[in-house]
């Protein structure tokens, strides 16, 4: 492995812009976004009233399904083909109501363009591994403002021993620059996670649970691990 001091974030911007701007993304939400929000507010009688953020939408399979299922739906991201794709999706399927219970923003999400106290839920769904310490400990800071007291925070991040966690250029500790191989080869910029930092980076918050997935691709050949956190502020 290398070292590296400086990654400019940009380029990690325009790694995404250009993934969104040249191959179709997923089109639906992770099973275990479903049953966080599932659990947690299906049984609202008036669901327009929750108002949902997602951090690094992509170009939003978890924003599509929150609209569907009837939520006030918020998201954000980087990359400005992958907001439009999100945007068109949801026209194409006649679910951009009037007002709009959906709103998705261009930006950097260490910097929420929205007021303290807005949101009942955020969900990361491997957006925040995406960057710098630094920047992912700024974003847990802005999640916690946005959030309304009581307000819960669903994650789905990488985990250390993934495949492609120890190749690549290492930035700081387990932040690594285009890692080789496993789910995040080529990635500009992968922070693999570990169980003790993700307690640290949620302790303002209470209920944290903290669940570890794995599973295998290419006959077991990528070992893939993932944290699946919820937490309450
Ligand atoms: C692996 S994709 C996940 C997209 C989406 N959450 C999904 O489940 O399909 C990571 C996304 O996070 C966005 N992203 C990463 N860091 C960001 C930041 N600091 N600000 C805004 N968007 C960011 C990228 O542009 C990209 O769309």
Same mark, same amino acid.
């Given at each position: #492995?290398?070292t590296m001091?400086?990654?400019?974030?940009?380029a990690?911007?325009?790694?995404w812009?250009?993934?969104? &701007?040249? =191959?179709?993304?997923?089109?639906?939400?992770?099973?275990e976004?479903?049953?966080?929000?599932?659990?947690n507010?299906y /049984?609202?009688?008036? =669901?327009?009233?929750?108002?949902?953020?997602?951090?690094?939408?992509?170009p939003?399979?978890?924003?599509?399904?929150l609209v569907?299922?009837? %939520?006030?739906?918020?998201?954000?991201?980087? &990359?400005? $083909?992958?907001i439009? *794709? /999100?945007? $068109?999706?949801?026209l194409?399927?006649?679910?951009?109501?009037?007002?709009?219970?959906?709103?998705?923003?261009?930006?950097n999400?260490?910097? +929420?363009?929205? *007021?303290?106290?807005? %949101?009942?839920? @955020?969900?990361?769904?491997?957006?925040l591994?995406a960057?710098?310490?630094?920047?992912?400990?700024? $974003?847990?800071?802005?999640?916690? !403002? @946005? +959030?309304?007291?009581?307000?819960a925070? %669903?994650?789905?991040?990488?985990?250390? *021993?993934?495949?492609?966690?120890?190749?690549?250029? @290492?930035?700081?500790?387990?932040t690594?620059? !285009?890692?080789? &191989?496993?789910?995040? /080869?080529?990635?500009?910029? /992968?922070?693999?996670?570990? %169980?003790?930092?993700?307690? +640290?980076?949620?302790?303002d918050?209470?209920? @944290?649970?903290i669940?570890?997935?794995? =599973?295998?691709?290419?006959?077991?050949? #990528?070992?893939?691990?993932?944290?699946i956190? &919820?937490? $309450?502020?």
């Amino acid at each position: #492995m290398n070292t590296m001091n400086n990654i400019d974030t940009e380029a990690a911007n325009d790694y995404w812009e250009k993934i969104f &701007s040249s =191959r179709n993304w997923g089109c639906y939400p992770p099973e275990e976004l479903i049953r966080f929000v599932a659990r947690n507010f299906y /049984a609202v009688e008036d =669901r327009k009233k929750i108002r949902i953020l997602e951090i690094g939408c992509g170009p939003g399979p978890n924003i599509w399904y929150l609209v569907r299922e009837g %939520f006030s739906v918020a998201g954000i991201d980087g &990359s400005a $083909s992958a907001i439009q *794709q /999100a945007k $068109s999706r949801l026209l194409a399927e006649g679910l951009v109501s009037n007002p709009p219970l959906v709103e998705l923003t261009v930006g950097n999400f260490i910097s +929420l363009p929205w *007021q303290n106290n807005t %949101f009942d839920a @955020v969900i990361d769904i491997e957006a925040l591994y995406a960057n710098k310490k630094t920047d992912i400990e700024k $974003s847990i800071d802005e999640v916690k !403002r @946005v +959030l309304k007291p009581g307000g819960a925070f %669903f994650s789905k991040m990488f985990a250390d *021993q993934t495949t492609g966690s120890d190749t690549g250029k @290492v930035i700081e500790p387990n932040t690594i620059s !285009r890692p080789d &191989s496993g789910p995040c /080869a080529g990635n500009a910029i /992968a922070h693999f996670f570990t %169980f003790d930092e993700i307690n +640290l980076l949620l302790s303002d918050f209470k209920k @944290v649970v903290i669940n570890r997935l794995h =599973r295998t691709e290419q006959n077991s050949d #990528m070992q893939i691990y993932e944290w699946i956190v &919820s937490a $309450s502020i």
